[in-house]
């Protein structure tokens, strides 16, 4: 029997607006997140699943618990605060992953555990790791991100808003770093989601069943190839993932030389004020995501279409609407602040 391996994220067909979204997020994991909407069989978890492949390595502490980047002193665990404030910490490369928190996990597996007994008998924190721990400095994967536990969900929003996540249990208190990139997936027909974990998605895109003829038999064709031999099929897409790999890495050093100019500043702030969107988020979002659209392009200054493409990832999700009501975006007004 041959060997399931990880259907390549290069050889999913159509849906490209989701797969640019899951690009980004790699090329710049502070953008924060994607979620993906979609009727059933539409390779939404296939293709977070096969983002794994393209996912770059990077510099990590050595035997940190939640490899704890060497270079961001500020964002360490207090091990290695202890072990290396006076002292240089061994490093290693670690490839980034993707961390799957299955819909049905409690909160002490999310958030981890103290051992109070240990606690108590020998004065010393005792922590045994959780989800949180191992999406550090990761992607934090939630299939049916809307099928959430409340509890689960407000854990997730505490840690997606800090950075940090602290177990307190008897009047003990244990923190750590847990930045992560959250991508969520879900049926709408299943469920609505929560407004304050929407919006803590950077992006978001809706995907459905191709529609093109030539390509869903093309589906169908790379589907069945796939499972009458997964590792023939992989080793025929190699290229086409080292390929993807090379761009991914390009744009992330590209990323720090982008700018913005004071004008597509402002066009991004007109647009959030035309639509009538709430805070700022929204327009930070903008614009983080318009200078990582840059730097996939592969040029260092952000323009007028590359906030166009933005607009089109970071703001449907984010529009106010009435319950029942069904969620409209006019793209002609953000077209009309865009184009002058």
Not at 113 to 132: H, N, Q, V, Y
Not at 139 to 150: A, G, K, P, S
Request: proline share 4%; net charge negative; aromatic share 4%.
């Amino acid at each position: 029997m041959k060997r399931q391996g990880t259907f390549p994220f290069t050889a999913i067909i159509g849906q490209e607006e989701m797969k640019k979204a899951l690009v980004l997020n790699v090329v710049n994991p502070r953008l924060g997140g994607v979620l993906i909407t979609g009727e059933k069989g539409t390779a939404k978890s296939t293709a977070v699943r096969a983002l794994a492949d393209l996912l770059p390595p990077r510099l990590c502490i050595r035997g940190c618990r939640f490899h704890d980047d060497p270079n961001d002193k500020s964002n360490w665990c207090d091990e290695c605060h202890e072990k290396y404030d006076n002292a240089q910490p061994e490093t290693e490369e670690l490839p980034m992953k993707v961390v799957e928190l299955p819909v049905s996990a409690t909160e002490d597996r999310v958030v981890g555990t103290l051992d109070i007994e240990a606690a108590i008998k020998e004065g010393k924190r005792s922590f045994e790791t959780g989800i949180l721990a191992d999406a550090n400095r990761n992607i934090l994967y939630v299939d049916e991100i809307n099928l959430l536990d409340d509890h689960v969900v407000d854990v997730l929003l505490d840690s997606a808003a800090m950075g940090i996540n602290t177990v307190e249990r008897e009047g003990i208190s244990y923190s750590h770093p847990a930045r992560f990139s959250l991508v969520g997936t879900m049926n709408p027909e299943e469920g609505d989601i929560r407004p304050q974990l929407l919006d803590r998605f950077a992006l978001s895109v809706y995907v459905a069943g191709e529609k093109d003829l030539d390509k869903r038999a093309e589906v169908i064709k790379r589907r069945l190839e796939y499972e009458d031999d997964p590792e023939e099929f992989i080793k025929k897409w190699e290229e086409e993932q080292q390929n993807e790999v090379r761009r991914i890495q390009r744009a992330m050093k590209l990323l720090p030389q982008v700018t913005t100019s004071n004008e597509i500043l402002r066009m991004a702030a007109q647009i959030s004020i035309t639509l009538g969107v709430d805070g700022h988020r929204a327009d930070i979002v903008l614009i983080k995501t318009a200078e990582t659209l840059a730097a996939v392009a592969g040029h260092t200054e952000v323009t007028r279409e590359d906030l166009r493409e933005a607009a089109h990832l970071a703001l449907p999700h984010r529009m106010r609407r009435r319950p029942f009501e069904e969620q409209k975006l006019d793209w002609e007004n953000v077209d009309k602040v865009i184009d002058g």
